[in-house]
């Protein structure tokens, strides 16, 4: 387990009331302060809060499966509880230090608790924008940091394109996926790839990821990718994608065997407590996650619900790591590729993150 790890902060609230956050939003707020200054006290918050997250090999799921070696990322213990930190802190830094005075994102939770905490420390206004069907959990959360909700009509994917609208219209910054601003957040997924392998000291064999977008799985393969341009591991993983039952465009280019992600039928897609987080019927970053996973002969695969609950169930018992149950669909598609054809002795890493509330 990464010894540096840091608990499990799932209110976000209490954070902001830390004695550096304080400081640190003081000095980014204040525009009479040299803008490197401002960008110094961010980015301390950032590096000290932010990634380095808890790496662990799961022994109890290796003689359970059958497989060895399989090490988790636990990326839960970021401070809003999700990986969505990396690119919410990235992309913050980069609005600051580009004299952006606001930042806006659509989410359905996750995504807008973590940008409004960075935001708030860098002293940015923050706009988040909702589907106004959804109901999450997290609301009060955001709202408790100071950011600006707004609601609009349809699907998540209509309240990217108005938050990107708003953006657009107010010269603010957008945060959001498949923007202008992409490369920050894949830069920022990156980081993952790094940290494993700084443990590993060598790529693993395979990386399984959870998809809704695909940034994340898109960001880790541009990681290793570097990695491996500069010498630094002896291959590249393949990496495998999971998700929702018959409810991603990435995984249904695979299955199909498409060269780009399809666009879904949204009123096909049924929504549930437990897949809305990979839920998508046009992924925004889908042909890059497609284009890692077809270049590194990587899989996909899908889960139910009653899946993803058993496996959430089940690395609390066995492995005490209280995951968003979501986040287990690209262990689960690990799992079943290794199920078909056993995987010869080599080391398998499945990103997983913490619990949305």
């Not at 249904?252 to 065997?257: D, Q």
Request: aromatic share 6%; proline share 5%; charged share 25%.
């Amino acid at each position: 387990m990464n010894g540096n790890a840091r608990p499990l902060l799932a209110e976000a609230g209490p954070l902001t009331r830390e004695p550096m956050f304080d400081e640190a939003r003081a000095i980014c707020s204040d525009l009479s302060v040299p803008l490197l200054s401002r960008l110094d006290a961010f980015e301390d918050v950032f590096e000290s809060l932010v990634g380095d997250s808890i790496f662990t090999r799961a022994r109890n799921l290796e003689r359970k499966f059958g497989l060895r070696q399989l090490w988790l990322k636990f990326e839960g213990d970021n401070p809003t509880g999700t990986q969505k930190d990396r690119i919410a802190f990235a992309q913050v830094g980069d609005a600051l230090r580009r004299g952006y005075g606001t930042v806006t994102v659509a989410t359905c939770g996750n995504y807008g608790v973590a940008v409004g905490l960075a935001a708030s420390i860098a002293g940015l206004e923050c706009v988040v924008v909702i589907p106004e069907g959804y109901h999450t959990r997290r609301l009060g959360e955001i709202e408790a940091l100071g950011a600006r909700v707004v609601r609009c009509p349809g699907t998540y994917e209509d309240a990217v394109e108005h938050s990107s609208g708003l953006a657009e219209a107010g010269e603010w910054y957008d945060a959001n996926p498949g923007s202008a601003n992409e490369l920050v957040q894949l830069k920022a997924y990156s980081e993952i790839a790094s940290e494993i392998y700084d443990q590993l000291r060598d790529a693993p064999a395979l990386v399984a990821c959870p998809v809704s977008n695909g940034t994340t799985l898109a960001g880790v393969h541009r990681g290793f990718a570097s990695l491996h341009r500069r010498g630094k591991t002896s291959k590249i993983p393949r990496m495998v994608a999971g998700s929702a039952w018959r409810k991603n465009p990435i995984i249904t280019a695979v299955r199909l065997g498409l060269d780009r992600c399809p666009t879904l039928t949204p009123e096909a897609l049924r929504e549930t407590v437990v897949n809305e987080p990979l839920i998508n019927w046009r992924s925004l970053d889908g042909d890059a996650a497609l284009h890692a996973i077809r270049s590194t002969n990587g899989h996909a695969g899908d889960a139910s619900d009653r899946r993803m609950k058993e496996m959430a169930k089940l690395l609390r018992e066995q492995q005490a790591l209280h995951v968003l149950p979501a986040s287990t669909a690209g262990l689960i598609a690990l799992l079943d590729l290794h199920a078909a054809t056993p995987l010869p002795g080599d080391r398998y890493v499945a990103v997983l993150t913490g619990r949305s509330s």
